[in-house]
C-alpha cells in the first residue's frame, strides 16, 4: 500500500468513515485497512511496534508453572 493510501484512509477514518466502507473504496481487506491505520498511529506517534512483540507473557512462562 502506497503512503498517499495510507495518509488518505487515516484522513477518511478520522473523518467518520468505517473501516469496512475504506475496505471498499480501496479495494483493500479490512484487516489490511486496519494494519494501515494502526501503522499510521504509531508512526504519528513516533513510535514503530516491534513485530512479533507480546503484549502478555506465554501461558508456560516459567512464573506462571506452578
Given amino acids: 500500500m502506497r503512503e498517499d493510501e495510507r495518509m488518505e484512509i487515516r484522513q ?10 475504506l475496505a471498499r473504496r ?8 486496519r494494519s494501515a491505520l494502526n501503522s499510521s498511529l504509531e508512526e504519528k ?9 507480546r503484549k502478555r507473557g506465554s501461558k508456560l512462562s516459567p512464573t506462571r508453572i506452578t
Fill in 26 to 33: 480501496f479495494g483493500h481487506d479490512r484487516k489490511t485497512i
Fill in 12 to 21: 477518511l477514518y478520522e473523518a467518520g468513515v468505517s473501516v469496512s466502507e
Fill in 45 to 53: 506517534q513516533g513510535e514503530r511496534a516491534s513485530r512479533g512483540e
